[in-house]
């Protein structure tokens, strides 16, 4: 703390971007300020919330460093948290997952979507919100399209220049101007042009129809139906027909989602969102996202719409706090304004007043770095479509933690009506078990636990059966549950409130065996019997067991098929890892000359079976390895 006071009295008054760190010296948040001073002090006085203290806790030194404008600053963080990844900033994981259109920069280009975006000349429309809509667009842009569709130019012609989808390259010389023309209609399409190139079929087809050409005529129609239904969907409309995304945001117990409402042509199609846990402040954190989201987008709509920080209200919104209405004089100059803009669009934006304080700041700094319009309306239809995504934002979020309340009370609900059921105290903490072998062969045993109905999946434990031989399942429960409860005994650990056996009632009676007259243990222990479709279909409980009459329907039975599935999933796949190693062993170690010792150097240099088989001969000589040895591996590998 010495080192930090020290540090926070050299702060300048200037802008720029802070780098905390935690006691390994990793950085683990980094924000932007406009004073770096009073930013950075305000981390180590006064009180914070409990997101922003955990955050505090962890910080040991911090670093900054000073910019020219917020503008630089701005582009500073997003570049610093793509190349420390810091463990509080909001991380835009999902940005190279949009998919976007892409028509390949090749003598015969392709239309394909693609998640990567690369400066390879090609030209980039998008992003999609999801791979549906980029596929459906894909699809229809086919039909009306003849561009080649195969990855390599193929000896013949194939199905798709039957359908007339085509040009076939591959066999018939096309000619460059025929490709300009598709591509520039292509791009017009997909930069909003839905209307005119519509009017241009209308055309075409029309004329087909007066030459008598009907089946033309008829895939004109098509088309033009296909574009209609790919648009119907777009159901909120602007009059300026400007691409423009929309953001919207909302924050509730240590949580952000952020909405992003697609506008093309002044028409909304489509939305994505984004749930997050956010550390530092929200607007900020906000802008981050916004950030990190353009700065990999080749293809930036002309304008971005962004709500206004906490504090810096429309006019609409002070009016309703003040519970006071709009002067006369101001509601007939939003209506003004608001006619004039549905008249003539973006001439309209003249009529606002500009734009003040942190506002004003947060959208210059963007407009300089992405070079389109960036604006925080305060009244008028663009303030109502931010309202609407910060609205969808909200009820996401507030949908987000009733659906994690519901689960954990139904959970919870269902480990104390099975306790209620087995007539024992509590079911909050269960272990369940499960063996797995073939003929006895690479023996394996599992153990899971579900607390409050969860699993708590750093508590599993995996056991290599040592004691028994061959295929004996009852014995296998004993040795493994003796182990288990001998350890925690030993440890002194809290014992479990119920142990679930994978089986009837041998498996039961095995597991209290051990644990009434090994250990002098009273721990309740059930069975999951199940029917020939290997589905669980009893619960068995008792000494001598007797079937528990519960409902296949009820939260208790689907809390037990849950916790039945995990503990075989765990224990088949431990199984498969033990098998599949022995028979890399067992492989090697048929081959003459081939001993333990050098068994293990093979397998630590080369990493796996399959890797010394595609090795040559000369790769064996860094683990000494002669060459007659090496061919006689490679030759018994490659005969098997």
Known sequence: MENIRNKLALLPDQPGCYLMKNEEGKIIYVGKAKVLKNRVRSYFTGSHDGKTQRLVSEIRDFEYIVTASNTESLILECNL????????????????????????????????????????????????????????????????????????????????????QCVAPCEYPVEQTVYDDMVGEIAKF???GHTEIKKELKRKMEQAAEELQFERAKEYRDQIVAIEALMEKQTINMADAMDRDVFGYSVDKGWMCVQILYMRQGKMNQRHMSVFPFYGEAYDDFLSYVTQYYSDNPALPREVLLPPPPGEESVEEAAEKSAQPVVAADAARTAMVAETKESYGEA???????????????????????????????????????????????????????????????TAKAAEGLANWLRIPSASRIEAFDNSNIQGTSAVSAMVVFTDGKPDKKEYRK??????????????????????????????????????????????????????NELGLDVPVCGLAKDAKHRTSQLLVGDPPEVVPLPRDSQEFYLLQRIQDEVHRFAITFHREKRAKSMVASRLDAIPGIGEKRRKQLLSHFGSLKAIKEASVADFRAVSIGEALAQRILDALHAE
């Open 190 to 192: 997909l930069n909003g």
């Open 348 to 410: 309209a934006e003249a009529h606002e007043p500009a734009e003040e304080g942190e506002a004003a700041e947060v959208g210059e700094s963007l407009r300089r770095w992405l070079k389109i319009k960036v604006a925080i309306p305060r009244r008028g239809s663009k303030r109502q479509l931010v309202s609407m995504a910060c609205d969808n934002s909200r009820v996401a979020l507030e949908e987000k933690f009733r659906l994690i309340e519901r689960d954990e009370s139904r």
């Open 81 to 164: 948290i793509k190349e420390h990844f810091p463990r509080y900033n909001v991380l835009l994981k999902d940005d190279k997952s949009f998919p976007y259109l892409k028509i390949t920069n090749e003598k015969h280009p392709k239309l394909e979507v693609t998640r990567r975006v690369v400066k390879d000349k090609a030209k980039y429309f998008g992003p999609y919100p999801n791979a549906f809509a980029a596929q459906e667009t894909k699809k229809l842009l086919d039909r009306m399209y003849p561009l080649r569709k195969c990855n390599s130019l193929p000896d013949k012609v194939c199905l798709y220049y039957h359908l007339g």
């Open 463 to 516: 056991y290599n059966v040592k004691t028994v031989q061959g295929p004996d399942d009852y014995e296998s429960m004993r040795e493994v549950v003796r182990r288990r409860y001998e350890r925690l005994l030993k440890e002194g650990q809290r014992l479990p409130d119920l142990i679930v056996v994978d089986g009837g009632k041998g498996h039961i009676a095995a597991a209290l065996d051990v644990l009434v």
